[in-house]
């Protein structure tokens, strides 16, 4: 596990091409890096682990002269609030293909609605302080409401629709900044 | 000349003559932190992305998730 975080924390060395994307509310990035900064990395750990790697730095050196490009890249997307997900061109044949699209949009919010409903019964218990918790303050339909819209605002980091029509979904986490916000956007009107 | 200029400013006054709420409202999709934390998924999406592509490589013998998961 500690190699494959070394080389997630190399790729994430790699160059952002352009400025991020945005359609239709959902956000693309997309990454370059150098296949050369890419073999280094794991030259570096076949040297240092000899015992410990499939394969010696000479044999990764000689696989990487036969990648046909001089770069890897990719493309990242989330999607924000009112974003059009769709399930993806290369599972058109699913189940998905006939729901219509206000049906998986439901399905959509529904998934977003169960995730604010398992973050806010995990956090229930957490103290305020005078007897108090978490929990008590979700008791007023107003903060409740409020915390609700404010996690399924969380862009979505991930989608999965499944062959038997249930949809996954991922929330990305709130950054400090974000999180510093949180009491401001509950209490505001 | 007086009557373009009446009617500017007859369009600048239009929303508080109305009587419409001018403050700014909490909006998620117009929130700059939800859209830098949707730049941010979006990032850390593509460096997933780049993983599996840098694995998917050729290698002589062994997949790159292989050499990389070895203890």
Redesign the interface.
């Known amino acids: 596990?500690k190699?494959?975080d070394d080389?997630?924390k190399t790729?994430?060395s790699?160059e952002?091409v352009g400025d991020?994307r945005w359609v239709k509310?959902t956000?693309?990035?997309?990454?370059e890096?150098p296949?050369t900064r890419?073999s280094y990395a794991?030259r570096q750990?076949?040297d240092a682990?000899p015992k410990?790697?499939?394969?010696t730095g000479l044999?990764i050196d000689?696989?990487a002269r036969?990648?046909?490009q001089p770069v890897?890249?990719?493309?990242?997307?989330?999607?924000?609030?009112?974003a059009d997900i769709r399930p993806r061109a290369d599972r058109v044949g699913s189940r998905w293909a006939s729901v219509p699209a206000d049906i998986r949009q439901r399905a959509l919010d529904d998934a977003a609605a169960d995730a604010a409903h398992r973050v806010m019964a995990s956090v229930k218990d957490i103290p305020l302080g005078d007897k108090k918790t978490v929990g008590n303050a979700f008791a007023d339909p107003q903060i409740s409401s409020r915390v609700r819209?404010?996690i399924t605002?969380?862009?979505?980091?991930?989608v999965d629709f499944q062959d038997n029509l249930d949809v996954e979904i991922a929330l990305?986490p709130?950054?400090r900044?974000?999180f510093r916000?949180l009491p401001r956007?509950i209490t505001?009107? | 000349m007086r009557v373009p200029l009446l009617f500017l400013l007859l369009f600048c006054m239009a929303t508080p003559l109305l009587g419409a709420d001018t403050t700014r409202r909490y909006v998620p999709q117009y929130d700059e932190s939800v859209r830098s934390d949707c730049v941010r998924a979006a990032t850390s999406n593509a460096v997933r992305n780049l993983y599996d592509e840098s694995a998917a490589s050729n290698w002589p013998t062994i997949s790159l998730s292989a050499l990389i998961s070895a203890r």
Request: glycine share 6%; with cysteine; aromatic share 10%.
């Open positions: 596990m190699l494959e080389f997630l790729l994430q790699a952002q991020p509310s956000c693309q990035v997309q990454l890096i296949a890419v794991l750990f076949a682990n410990k790697s499939p394969l044999e000689r696989a036969n990648w046909p890897f890249g990719a493309t990242g997307s989330a999607a924000g609030s009112g819209n404010w605002s969380r862009p979505m980091s991930r990305w709130p950054s900044a974000s916000r956007d505001e009107p």
